[in-house]
């Protein structure tokens, strides 16, 4: 199959890689470059774990070819900044996660929500991150961490320098 170079802007840093025509977004950002915080979960759209930013959008990196993403800007938590955001410090503080599977697309997926409306109440949350699966914590504690963004009136974007949430590999 005939290979392709493609490049990408993920987290901030100009990155070009050799792709087959059927790689899949989530793979490559996995294998070939390293960025582990997206998960694999039910490769097929249903569970929001490879959640990642694309234009600024949250997308399913399962469901999008690599070469797709040639010439787009791509973030993922570890580019949301070098301390936690305050979204991110919102999840700790909350116990919003457990076992940390979902915690990255929960909160890419939050991040988003809170840039589009930034004092959701209860429904709204639950309603946005309603395509995010969650096996351990019930929900409630995610709903808490982003209400307390919510209320703060801080951004729950990048914080100013920014850290990654790494939870699991
Ligand atoms: S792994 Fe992509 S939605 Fe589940
Ligand atoms: S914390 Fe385990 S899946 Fe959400």
């Keep these: 199959m005939k290979k392709h170079e493609i490049t990408m802007k993920v987290n901030g840093e100009v990155r070009s890689v050799i792709v087959e025509p059927n790689d899949v977004l989530l793979d490559v950002l996995r294998e070939k470059l390293g960025i582990k915080s997206p998960k694999i979960g039910c490769e097929r759209g249903d569970c929001g774990a490879c959640t ?8 399913r990196s399962c469901l ?23 979204l991110q410090q919102a999840f700790l503080d909350n116990n919003a996660f457990q076992c940390g599977f ?54 729950g974007g990048r914080g100013k320098s920014g850290r990654s949430g790494r939870p699991h590999e």
């Design 102 to 155: 979902c915690a990255p697309g929960m909160i890419l997926t939050a991040t988003e929500l809170l840039q589009k409306n930034p004092t959701p109440d209860d429904d709204e949350i639950k309603e946005g991150i309603s395509g995010n699966l969650c096996r351990c914590t019930g929900y409630q504690p995610i709903v808490d961490a982003i209400r307390t963004v919510s209320r703060s009136g801080k951004s």
């Design 52 to 59: 990642i930013l694309l234009n600024g959008r949250t997308v």
């Design 64 to 86: 999008v070819l690599a070469i797709e993403a040639d010439g787009c800007e791509i973030v993922t938590v570890e580019g949301l900044g070098e301390t936690l955001t305050p």
